[in-house]
């Protein structure tokens, strides 16, 4: 069974840094591309970041970039998201997501359970 | 960027009805168009890929259709557990994915 658990999620201050993770397990971790989703309370999906297999290829949406890195480890099975000068609208869920094999494009299957950042002084 | 814009924002429907769910893309997408469900407190769960292919395990009374900017999510006979919100997610450029804002489908 395929899994995905986030971790590293908290309250940060605006301005802050915050590293999360994602475990990988149940499947071939690095014949994948990954990605990292989040929700705003009570708002819809938004993609922050992707990755493929061999960290190729990596993109990020306009509202992260310059201030988001994603990587990933492949010996390790997980995948990380730093987040610097984060901002309060970067409080969300944030979802680790199993995209398609290589760099493919595509959807997102499964999800993880997410984890919380919340930005406030 | 690719808007994707979803009708109607809420949807009344009594349960063994059918429900059509639809996605308008800002530009052609082609059939990189996947659908998801997700239920107060639960992560999203992939239903449709390629606009019409179910994903492993979604029952057949869920099915997709369209290509290029438009797209329908049809539940054919709603059981209590279909009702959650449903968001369409274009894939068609790398480093550009995008979601629509959400339906969300309530029992009447």
């Known amino acids: 069974e395929v899994q995905l658990v986030e971790s590293g999620g908290g309250l940060v201050q605006p301005g802050r840094s915050l590293r999360l993770s994602c475990a990988a397990s149940?499947?071939?971790?690095?014949?994948?591309?990954m990605h990292w989703v989040r929700q705003a309370p009570g708002k819809g999906l938004e993609w922050v970041s992707g990755?493929?297999?061999?960290?190729?290829?990596?993109g990020y949406a306009d509202s992260v970039k310059g201030r988001f890195t994603i990587s990933r480890d492949n010996a390790k099975n997980s995948l990380y998201l730093q987040m610097n000068s984060l901002r309060a609208e970067d409080t969300a869920l944030y979802y680790c997501?199993?995209?398609?094999?290589?760099?493919?494009?595509?959807?997102?299957?499964?999800w993880g359970q997410g984890t919380l950042v919340t930005v406030s002084s | 960027e690719i808007v994707m814009t979803q009708s109607p924002a809420t949807l009344s429907v009594s349960p063994g009805e059918r429900a059509t769910l639809s996605c308008r893309a800002s530009?052609?997408?082609?059939?990189?168009l996947a659908w998801y469900q997700q239920k107060p407190g639960q992560a999203p769960r992939l239903l449709i890929y390629?606009?019409?292919t179910r994903a492993t395990g979604i029952p057949a009374r869920f099915s997709g259709s369209g290509s290029g900017t438009e797209f329908t999510l049809t539940i054919s006979s709603l059981q209590s557990e279909d009702f959650a919100v449903y968001y369409c997610?274009?894939?068609?450029?790398?480093?550009?994915?995008?979601f629509g804002q959400g339906t969300k489908l309530e029992i009447k």
């Open positions: 997501a199993k995209g398609r094999m290589g760099d493919r494009r595509g959807w997102f299957d499964p």
């Open positions: 149940g499947f071939t971790f690095d014949d994948y591309a």
């Open positions: 990755i493929s297999w061999n960290s190729g290829s990596i």
């Open positions: 530009q052609s997408v082609s059939s990189n």
């Open positions: 390629g606009a019409s």
């Open positions: 997610q274009q894939y068609n450029n790398w480093r550009e994915y995008t």
